[in-house]
């Protein structure tokens, strides 16, 4: 939280305008991280380990925004049915 209000601060400072600002582009998976060029106000170091802890315990994201907030707030999921992932032998068993 601290971290945030740091990069709300930078944004009301004019250190970074707000649609450029790490906080609004976030996440940043690998694939942004690497391309060249880098056009961000701010490093790439920045991006991807905005914490000193961040860099031993990382998760890096697939893909960065879809749609912005309307992707945000409306998650679609693309994995097959819960059915799917059920054994043979549960199957079975779910059909006595």
């Known amino acids: ?5 740091a990069e709300i ?21 690998a694939s942004t991280l690497v391309q060249e060029p880098w056009d ?3 490093s790439r170091a920045e991006a991807a ?11 890096w994201p697939f893909s960065a925004r ?3 907030a309307y992707g945000d707030r409306n998650l679609v999921c693309v994995c097959p049915p ?12 779910s059909s006595r």
Not at 1 to 5: A, L, P
Not at 51 to 57: A, C, D, F, R, T
């Open 9 to 29: 601060a930078a944004v009301e400072a004019g250190v970074y305008k707000m649609e450029e600002s790490p906080l609004r582009r976030a996440p940043h998976p």
């Open 49 to 59: 380990f905005p914490l000193p802890w961040v860099s031993e315990n990382k998760i």
């Open 1 to 5: 939280m601290e971290k945030i209000r």
């Open 40 to 42: 961000r106000p701010y």
């Open 66 to 68: 879809i749609d912005h």
């Open 82 to 93: 819960v059915e799917a992932y059920e054994t043979k032998e549960a199957q079975e068993l």
